[in-house]
C-alpha cells in the first residue's frame, strides 16, 4: 500500500521561475557592473549628428565631436534610437587611447534595466509561491504537533480543476467531515481513489477552528485507480 501524497501542482513551474528569475537578474547585475567598469576607462564627450542613413531594417550614424583639441568627423556610431535627428547633439563615450572608438551607454543601460526587471519579475513570481508553499508546511508541522487531533470520515471525493495538464484536470481533494464540522483535503492525484466512509486524520488549531491539517497520509487504504491496476 503507498501512502497518498500530496500534490505539489505548479510547484516545479514556481521552482524554474525562481531560478531563471535568479539567473537574469544576475545577467543584469553583471551587466551592470560591466557596464560601469567600462565607462570608468572612458571619456564623455558631447557629439553632434552628422548624418542618419535609413534602411529597411536598420538605421547607420555618424557623428562629429571634438578631443583633446582635434575634431573627429563622421565617426560611425554603432547605435540608433527615435529620438536622433541630424544636427541634434548626444553624449558619446571616447576611448582616450583611440579617441576614434566611440561608444554609446544607451543600449547598455536599456539592456541592464530590462535584465532587472524581467528577473525581478521572475524571481518575484516564483519566490513568493516557493514561500507560501514552505509556510504552508511550517504550518502543518505545528498544527500536528501542538493542534488537537480528531478523526474524520470521508463524505465526498472532488476534480480539482485549479490545475490542469494538458487541459485534463490531473488531481482531486476530499471532503471530510466530524459531527457538523466538514474539512477540505490537498490535492493529491487523480490515480488515487477512496471509498466513501474511509477515514483519515486532521489536525485543528485550537484557537482557530478554520486553521485545519488533513493528513493524506492517514487516509484509509488508498487505492490505485483503475489505469494503474491495469498496468
Request: aromatic share 14%.
Amino acid at each position: 500500500m503507498d501512502n497518498i501524497k500530496e500534490s505539489k501542482g505548479p510547484f516545479s513551474i514556481f521552482i524554474v521561475f525562481l531560478v531563471v528569475g535568479c539567473l537574469i537578474f544576475g545577467g543584469g547585475f553583471y551587466c551592470g557592473i560591466n557596464l560601469l567598469v567600462t565607462l570608468s576607462k572612458l571619456v564623455p564627450v558631447t557629439a553632434t549628428i552628422t548624418e542618419i542613413n535609413t534602411y529597411s531594417d536598420s538605421h547607420d550614424v555618424f557623428v562629429t565631436f571634438s578631443y583633446d583639441g582635434e575634431t573627429y568627423e563622421n565617426v560611425e556610431l554603432n547605435f540608433w534610437d527615435t529620438s536622433f535627428e541630424e544636427g541634434g547633439e548626444i553624449e558619446i563615450f571616447v576611448n582616450p587611447d583611440n579617441p576614434s572608438e566611440i561608444f554609446s551607454s544607451t543600449p547598455y543601460i536599456i539592456l541592464t534595466v530590462v535584465l532587472f526587471v524581467f528577473g525581478g519579475a521572475f524571481a518575484g513570481i516564483g519566490g513568493y509561491f516557493v514561500d507560501k508553499w514552505i509556510r504552508k508546511k511550517k504550518k502543518e508541522k505545528e498544527l500536528i504537533l501542538h493542534g488537537s487531533k480528531i478523526e474524520c470520515e470521508i463524505i465526498e471525493i472532488c476534480v480539482d480543476r485549479t490545475y490542469r495538464v494538458n487541459g485534463k484536470a490531473v488531481n482531486s481533494f476530499f471532503i471530510c467531515q466530524n459531527g457538523d464540522k466538514k474539512f477540505k483535503s490537498a490535492s493529491f492525484k487523480n490515480k488515487y481513489t477512496f471509498d466513501i466512509g474511509s477515514t483519515c486524520t486532521v489536525y485543528i488549531d485550537p484557537t482557530d477552528e478554520t486553521n485545519y491539517y488533513v493528513d493524506l497520509k492517514s487516509a484509509c487504504v488508498p487505492v490505485l485507480g483503475m489505469e494503474e491496476k491495469e498496468k
